[in-house]
């Protein structure tokens, strides 16, 4: 059991390009200062929005905790760049879906009172780790989605060999290939015809997108194989939660591994994610 979080510095992240979260914002902002508890922006934030900040890493630095106001991208991007810091994450959804992020702006209020008061939980969600390795350097990165081979145009396909703890294990051939983490599988795997994962496994999920054979299918396997992907394409790309992308060809190696720690999710105590999968994917509507 994680030890109750003593929380003195808030620091907080809004979506991009929506200067409108200004309001809610200040919102949040109030009800942690009810607390005493001095509230941190990023200095991107801050700048939409019209106060003063300061640069990411020292917001991180110096937070207990990092509030995302927005929706599960910005939640995202945020846990991913966040990751060396290791700090609590609490979703605010100022956006549509929110799978990850699920407190409501109506639910603002209660929540953080909540959170003074020690009824919360915190979910430590799997990451992926990749290591893209080229000739002259080499790129470490974190994803908390997924991390997908592409092609690099709508009128090319991509041919990607997957080897499993350095043994040559299938080669794909298509559209691309997902690998993707248990959080991840209700995204871009799910749209590929990929598993639904419960969120707290460790476990790999490998989906080919839109694949040339029909006998290619996706695969669940444990988190604690290495995986590592080559390809003879002159360039194919690496896109990490659909945010960020490399350029990948015939002298890269990527390897995709667990991150040693997970990212740190706030949640409400009673949140189910089975109910969160029925409702947001509309599933039983024939009942």
Not at 79 to 103: C, E, M, Q, V, W
């Amino acid at each position: 059991m994680e030890a109750e979080l003593d929380i003195k510095r808030v620091g907080i992240v809004l979506r991009p390009s929506t200067p409108e979260l200004k309001t809610l914002f200040f919102q949040v902002k109030g009800i942690f200062e009810r607390y005493g508890a001095e509230v941190l922006i990023d200095s991107i934030s801050a700048g939409m929005i019209g106060v003063l900040g300061q640069d990411f890493t020292s917001m991180c630095e110096a937070s207990d905790i990092l509030v995302c106001i927005g929706g599960d991208g910005t939640l995202i991007s945020l846990a991913r760049r966040s990751y060396k810091y290791h700090k609590p994450i609490l979703g605010i959804n100022a956006g549509t879906l929110g799978f990850l992020a699920d407190i409501n702006p109506s639910e603002i209020e209660g929540f953080i009172d909540k959170l003074y008061s020690g009824e919360y939980r915190i979910d430590e969600r799997m990451m992926i780790k990749g290591i893209l390795k080229g000739k002259a350097d080499e790129k470490v990165f974190y994803s908390f989605n997924d991390i997908v081979i592409s092609r690099p145009s709508i009128s090319k396909m991509v041919k990607v060999d997957a080897y499993i703890d350095k043994k040559w294990f299938n080669t794909y051939y298509g559209d691309g290939l997902i690998i993707s983490t248990p959080t991840g599988s209700t995204a871009y795997n799910l749209a590929s015809g990929g598993p639904v994962t419960f969120p707290l496994t460790d476990a790999f999920i490998l989906t080919p997108i839109c694949p040339h054979s029909l006998t290619q299918r996706p695969l669940v396997m444990p988190a604690n194989f290495e995986i590592e992907i080559k390809t003879p394409e002159k360039i194919s790309l690496v896109i990490i939660d659909g945010q960020e992308k490399y350029e990948f060809g015939p002298n890269d190696t990527l390897i995709i591994q667990k991150a040693s720690i997970g990212a740190r999710l706030i949640h409400r105590i009673e949140r189910n994610y089975f109910d969160v999968l029925r409702d947001k994917l509309s599933w039983g509507q024939c009942r």
